[in-house]
């Protein structure tokens, strides 16, 4: 029972997080991400995918910090960038199964880099890398919604730096 609803409510944290790559607006990037997180934890934790889940949780946490940078002055520290990266190495050593708890370790890594930029652009190419990771644990996990989430994130993202990052890139150059 708990893995059918997990599978549900990985459907739905698939929508939010999709929907976060085609915002124009960092803001609205980290809100999506944030709800979706959200349900993507859940997810997790109903499959037993420990390492992930509960790196998923904190991530919910440094989406929440990141999205009020520049509106909070507690929210502008480089520090809190040094925080989530010792956050989720600690949550990798003490959730380690095996080789395979790396990768949502290196996934939350690399996004907390990624979500810390201030650019949507710069943004959306970091976490380019991170699918990687996430498809691969999640299939290994047996998270089905999961493996559709990280592949509908990679078209996504793909799909939000050709239309925002590349093709306004190019409209910029043809307009002089």
């Not at 990985?10 to 960092?26: E, M, P, T």
């Not at 929210?75 to 190495?89: D, G, R």
């Amino acid at each position: 029972m708990f893995e059918i609803i997990g599978q549900i409510i990985g459907f739905v944290a698939l929508f939010f997080i999709v929907r976060s790559f085609q915002s124009r607006h960092r803001e609205k990037i980290l809100s999506y991400q944030f709800t979706g997180s959200i349900f993507y934890f859940l997810n997790l934790i109903l499959l037993g995918a420990l390492t992930g889940g509960i790196s998923m949780m904190f991530g919910v946490i440094r989406n929440y910090i990141f999205s009020r940078k520049g509106k909070k002055a507690w929210a502008n520290s480089v520090k809190w960038v040094y925080l989530f990266l010792v956050i989720f190495i600690i949550i990798g050593i003490f959730t380690y199964k095996n080789i395979f708890s790396i990768l949502p370790t290196a996934g939350m890594c690399l996004g907390t880099i990624g979500f810390w930029m201030t650019k949507p652009s710069h943004i959306r190419w970091i976490m380019l890398s991170t699918s990687p990771f996430w498809i691969s644990y999640n299939y290994i996990s047996g998270s089905i919604a999961g493996v559709i989430l990280e592949v509908f994130i990679l078209v996504s993202l793909l799909v939000g730096i050709i239309r925002f990052d590349i093709l306004k890139h190019q409209e910029k150059q043809n307009s002089f």
